[in-house]
């Protein structure tokens, strides 16, 4: 098994001048990433709490991830968009010495020693540093929202984090040298599929930042300019991007391999990026950030297709196993699995335990296994009642996608005194003819529905939209879309 670190300290010799990084105009070559990274570890050599990594898409937060690990303290991302009381939850529950601010912007918070960029490039001495961290030591801590709203930091192992390096490594049938796109903030772990798999392979990592996000014709230029290979991100995402009308092989020949992780890759998108990708590789996979990003994959392909919807998420990589419990909750065991909830005993017990002497994960995910592929059928806290009948969001979403009328569908449930009394649905639209109004869609779309789904699961109400708002982290935002409908 590759090491990560020592493959990357290869890269640096092997391929100095190979650019490592790139934002805009701003990049890092191997040679200088390396080197960067050796200073942060000079920096942290005697520190024994994780860096705090704070910013966007600089290229100095992946040297601070290199360096942390490679002094053996490991990491804990934060992004510019998190709000200030997030941030000092974090601090507070790390307790770091160190935080390195790869922003222009000044920092006022207590507790840790503020390292800059501009601190890095004035460390003395440039002798190389060797990977100090061992299999056990926690290479990163991912925080994510807790439903009791206090985040969890999920901390995952350099073993574990190797281990999936290496997985996606075989996946990838590129090989050497490509041009990788990153989507995902580093505050989300999906930033994990393309960070450590790039740089692992002497790729250049190219950073797509929230404004390319909002402005999708910057993403446009960027995509223009720079020949991406291998694409990382939500299928959420790529739906906004198969909006550009030139998102086809004729025009991006370079755009060879698909990764999507996160959320539920569509089956439409999947089919519709098929057609204009025919020759490209696209991987569906699935993993909650307790598993390290991901445990499943499957090569999505025409006959694929047509034979399953939902389409299924894989098999699981090797090491990895899963099981379901009675309820048809599943369970990952495994090297994989996190090392629970940072500082947090009580919530890591309910979903960590130790089972047939393996570390299991309670995903609270419902599944199943057919035809020797694994299906998600939607999370167990989406199941709702509606006048006594139990269903699935996910399901009626899913059917929703298949009138010819919608092409993105969200369904929210609507409470009063916390009981579940009608359903609405946020729709946005395929093209329809002009003499249409809303009114008779919402008939069309209802009438389509009523030979899928029982009656008692058709939304009350329609709402259209030009698109759905999406999350930071690039997933769409069922929060504000529900609170929208409250307005």
């Given at each position: 098994?590759?090491?990560?670190?020592?493959?990357?300290?290869?890269?640096?010799?092997?391929?100095?001048?190979?650019?490592?990084?790139?934002?805009?105009?701003?990049?890092?070559?191997?040679?200088?990433?390396?080197?960067?990274?050796?200073?942060?570890?000079?920096?942290?050599?005697?520190?024994?709490?994780?860096?705090?990594?704070?910013?966007?898409?600089?290229?100095?937060?992946?040297?601070?991830?290199?360096?942390?690990?490679?002094?053996?303290?490991?990491?804990?991302?934060?992004?510019?968009?998190t709000?200030?009381?997030?941030?000092?939850?974090?601090?507070?529950?790390?307790?770091?010495?160190?935080?390195?601010?790869?922003?222009?912007?000044?920092?006022?918070?207590?507790?840790?020693?503020?390292?800059?960029?501009t601190?890095?490039?004035?460390?003395?001495?440039?002798?190389?540093?060797?990977?100090?961290?061992?299999?056990?030591?926690?290479?990163?801590?991912?925080f994510?929202?807790?439903?009791?709203?206090?985040?969890?930091?999920?901390?995952?192992?350099?073993?574990?984090?190797?281990?999936?390096?290496?997985?996606?490594?075989?996946?990838?049938?590129?090989?050497?040298?490509?041009?990788?796109?990153?989507?995902?903030?580093?505050?989300?772990?999906?930033?994990?599929?393309?960070?450590?798999?790039?740089?692992?392979?002497?790729?250049?990592?190219?950073?797509v930042?929230?404004?390319?996000?909002?402005?999708?014709?910057?993403?446009?230029?960027?995509?223009?300019?720079?020949?991406?290979?291998?694409?990382?991100?939500?299928?959420?995402?790529?739906?906004?991007?198969?909006?550009?009308?030139?998102?086809?092989?004729?025009?991006?020949?370079?755009?060879?391999?698909?990764?999507?992780?996160?959320?539920?890759?569509?089956?439409?998108?999947?089919?519709?990026?098929?057609?204009?990708?025919?020759?490209?590789?696209?991987?569906?996979?699935?993993?909650p950030?307790?598993?390290?990003?991901?445990?499943?994959?499957?090569?999505?392909?025409?006959?694929?297709?047509?034979?399953?919807?939902?389409?299924?998420?894989?098999?699981?990589?090797?090491?990895?196993?899963?099981?379901?419990?009675?309820?048809?909750?599943?369970?990952?065991?495994?090297?994989?699995?996190?090392?629970?909830?940072?500082?947090?005993?009580?919530?890591?017990?309910?979903?960590?335990?130790?089972?047939?002497?393996?570390?299991a994960?309670?995903?609270?995910?419902?599944?199943?296994?057919?035809?020797?592929?694994w299906f998600?059928?939607?999370?167990?806290?989406?199941?709702?009642?509606?006048?006594?009948?139990?269903?699935?969001?996910?399901?009626?979403?899913?059917?929703?996608?298949?009138?010819?009328?919608?092409r993105?569908?969200?369904?929210?449930?609507?409470?009063?005194?916390?009981?579940v009394?009608?359903?609405?649905?946020?729709?946005?639209?395929?093209?329809?003819?002009?003499?249409?109004?809303?009114?008779?869609?919402?008939?069309?779309?209802?009438?389509?529905?009523?030979?899928?789904?029982?009656?008692?699961?058709?939304?009350?109400?329609?709402?259209?939209?030009?698109?759905?708002?999406?999350?930071?982290?690039?997933?769409?935002?069922?929060?504000?879309?529900?609170?929208?409908?409250?307005?």
């Open positions: 098994m590759k090491d990560i670190i020592q493959t990357i300290i290869e890269n640096g010799k092997n391929f100095p001048d190979q650019v490592a990084v790139k934002h805009n105009d701003e990049s890092l070559t191997y040679e200088a990433l390396n080197q960067y990274a050796d200073h942060l570890a000079v920096i942290l050599k005697d520190t024994k709490s994780p860096l705090i990594l704070y910013g966007h898409m600089s290229p100095y937060m992946i040297v601070g991830m290199i360096g942390s690990i490679k002094a053996g303290c490991g990491y804990v991302p934060i992004d510019t968009s709000p200030q009381e997030r941030v000092v939850s974090i601090i507070n529950k790390i307790a770091p010495q160190y935080l390195l601010n790869t922003t222009d912007a000044q920092l006022h918070i207590e507790g840790p020693s503020i390292i800059t960029t601190a890095l490039l004035n460390v003395d001495g440039d002798s190389p540093i060797e990977n100090s961290i061992n299999d056990s030591a926690i290479a990163y801590t991912i994510t929202s807790g439903s009791t709203g206090e985040p969890k930091g999920v901390q995952i192992s350099y073993e574990s984090l190797n281990l999936f390096t290496n997985w996606m490594i075989q996946l990838n049938q590129l090989g050497l040298n490509q041009q990788w796109l990153n989507q995902a903030p580093f505050s989300f772990d999906l930033s994990v599929m393309s960070i450590y798999p790039c740089l692992a392979t002497a790729g250049t990592l190219n950073l930042d929230k404004t390319m996000i909002n402005k999708p014709k910057l993403l446009n230029q960027m995509l223009e300019e720079t020949q991406i290979n291998v694409w990382v991100s939500t299928p959420s995402f790529m739906e906004m991007c198969l909006m550009l009308p030139h998102l086809t092989e004729a025009h991006y020949s370079s755009l060879k391999e698909f990764f999507f992780c996160g959320e539920m890759l569509a089956h439409r998108t999947a089919q519709l990026l098929q057609q204009r990708f025919p020759s490209a590789f696209i991987y569906n996979t699935y993993g950030t307790e598993a390290t990003v991901a445990v499943t994959s499957v090569l999505i392909t025409e006959d694929i297709i047509k034979k399953y919807n939902p389409l299924p998420v894989g098999i699981p990589q090797s090491g990895t196993s899963l099981t379901l419990t009675e309820e048809g909750e599943l369970v990952i065991l495994g090297k994989c699995v996190s090392e629970g909830y940072v500082k947090d005993k009580t919530r890591s017990e309910k979903v960590f335990k130790m089972q047939d002497g393996q570390k994960y309670y995903t609270g995910d419902k599944a199943q296994l057919k035809d020797n592929q998600i059928n939607g999370r167990i806290d989406y199941q709702i009642k509606l006048n006594g009948y139990r269903m699935e969001l996910e399901e009626i979403e899913c059917q929703l996608r298949e009138v010819d009328y919608v993105e569908a969200i369904v929210v449930p609507m409470y009063r005194d916390g009981k009394i009608n359903l609405n649905a946020v729709v946005v639209l395929n093209h329809v003819e002009d003499h249409m109004d809303n009114q008779t869609i919402t008939h069309q779309i209802k009438k389509e529905l009523k030979r899928l789904i029982p009656e008692y699961m058709i939304p009350k109400k329609i709402t259209y939209t030009d698109k759905l708002p999406l999350t930071m982290n690039g997933k769409l935002d069922r929060k504000k879309i529900a609170e929208d409908l409250l307005k």
